[in-house]
């Protein structure tokens, strides 16, 4: 069968609560993000496409075509305004949820892989994990503001630590590292 089946339960009982299905989506999806309202959940599929949902609604609420290659990533800043995409086309998306388009396409190095996407606390900067470490400041330009090189391989994730006065990646290379963000 094609489409989304989106369930919503009860996490206490156990319980389907309701069952939304959108037939306009017909490939696996790859990953997927809360929205720190917890209104809305954020999924990315195989075919490019990232999907947002309407939990009160329950109904798909928005689409945000522009990638190529399967999404390998999505974030929500805290402030809930901006989505940070990633897919294997060597770029990531910032999109304002407000105004429900791209503001700023950020593009990375050649055959660069995306494994991980995080805002900081305040939305202003970007950490991106993937064969360096990056750290983003989020803003017309969209600076880099720092790449730490020190796994062996890639790194899978990365998080800011409280009151960004750190970043920590995990990597591919079984070790986990902190980086002062001072």
Request: glycine share 8%; with cysteine.
């Amino acid at each position: 069968s094609s489409g989304i089946n989106a369930e919503y339960g009860d996490i206490g009982t156990g319980k389907l609560l309701c069952k939304v299905a959108d037939q306009s989506v017909s490939h696996g999806l790859t990953c997927c993000q809360f929205h720190p309202d917890g209104l809305i959940f954020g999924t990315g599929t195989s075919d490019s496409l990232v999907k947002i949902w309407d939990f009160k609604e329950q109904k798909s609420a928005a689409n945000f075509p522009g990638h190529s290659g399967p999404i390998s990533a999505i974030a929500f800043s805290e402030n809930g305004y901006y989505l940070a995409t990633s897919a294997d086309d060597e770029v990531v998306k910032l999109w304002d949820l407000r105004k429900l388009r791209n503001f700023k396409t950020i593009s990375l190095d050649d055959k660069y892989t995306v494994r991980g996407l995080t805002f900081d606390n305040s939305g202003h900067y970007l950490a991106v994990a993937g064969p360096d470490v990056r750290v983003y400041q989020i803003s017309k330009q969209c600076d880099l503001v720092v790449t730490w090189d020190a796994h062996t391989q890639d790194s899978t994730d990365v998080r800011f630590g409280p009151d960004v006065n750190y970043v920590a990646s995990v990597s591919n290379d079984r070790t986990l590292k902190f980086y002062s963000a001072n």
